[in-house]
């Protein structure tokens, strides 16, 4: 157990909804990163919060939002999902930026999207 | 701008084999350098680690060096077993850590 908790860990929903994950953090750390998985793009950082705030973004789509809470449990939304969104989507935390200790990765979402 | 080329793969080798897996990267300024490994169905792992040039990052018999000059961070293991099949991502982050970039990954296969 990594300490990086997401749920749910599958996920199948058709084309055009909408989907809610949801990543806790490390204890103590503030920071918290979504990435996506494919086989053909390979690992794709999505967005990073730290301790509330939105950090820095990445390759994510207009149709995807996230969120970070006070108690720093985040969420990430996908909605008008495409077959194209069929991946794995990691949440990894940081105690602050990541680049002394690294990241610590949850298990993953497998979202299927039919 | 930021990018790491890892080799391709997948690898198989006998075991206890020699292992090189090799990883260069593009980056401003001076990054961290990383080496993760990510079992089947489960999430990314820390290897290893090394935060300057010439750091050596170690763990589990597995090794890197982070050297600056050929601006590589290639991983290498002695003596690899079968519990050592896995895939392999090396990575890089600026100091200001908000993002790391990963390589495409490199898939290693060992056979008894």
């Known amino acids: 157990d990594s300490g990086v908790t997401q749920t749910p860990k599958h996920l199948i929903t058709a084309t055009g909804q909408r989907v809610t994950l949801r990543c806790s953090p490390r204890s103590g750390d503030l920071s918290v990163y979504w990435y996506q998985q494919s086989l053909d793009q390979g690992l794709q950082f999505l967005i990073q919060y730290y301790n509330g705030e939105e950090r820095a973004k990445g390759n994510i789509l207009e149709r995807f939002s996230a969120q970070q809470f006070p108690d720093l449990h985040s969420e990430l939304n996908l909605s008008s999902l495409e077959l194209g969104d069929s991946a794995l989507y990691f949440c990894?935390?940081?105690?602050?930026?990541?680049?002394?200790?690294?990241?610590?990765f949850g298990s993953g979402t497998r979202l299927t999207v039919v | 701008g930021n990018s790491v080329t890892q080799m391709e793969g997948p690898v198989t080798l006998s075991e206890e084999a020699f292992l090189t897996i090799n990883c260069t990267y593009t980056?401003?300024?001076?990054?961290?350098l990383f080496w993760y490994v990510q079992y089947p169905g489960e999430g990314l792992q820390l290897l290893l680690k090394a935060t300057k040039a010439d750091d050596k990052g170690s763990n589990k018999g597995f090794e890197a060096t982070y050297r600056k000059e050929t601006t590589s961070f290639h991983l290498e293991k002695g003596s690899v077993q079968v519990s050592d099949s896995a895939v392999y991502f090396c990575a890089l982050t600026r100091n200001t850590g908000n993002q790391f970039y990963f390589g495409t990954g490199t898939s290693l296969t060992v056979i008894p």
């Open positions: 990894a935390s940081s105690v602050g930026g990541g680049a002394v200790y690294g990241y610590t």
């Open positions: 980056a401003t300024g001076y990054p961290s």
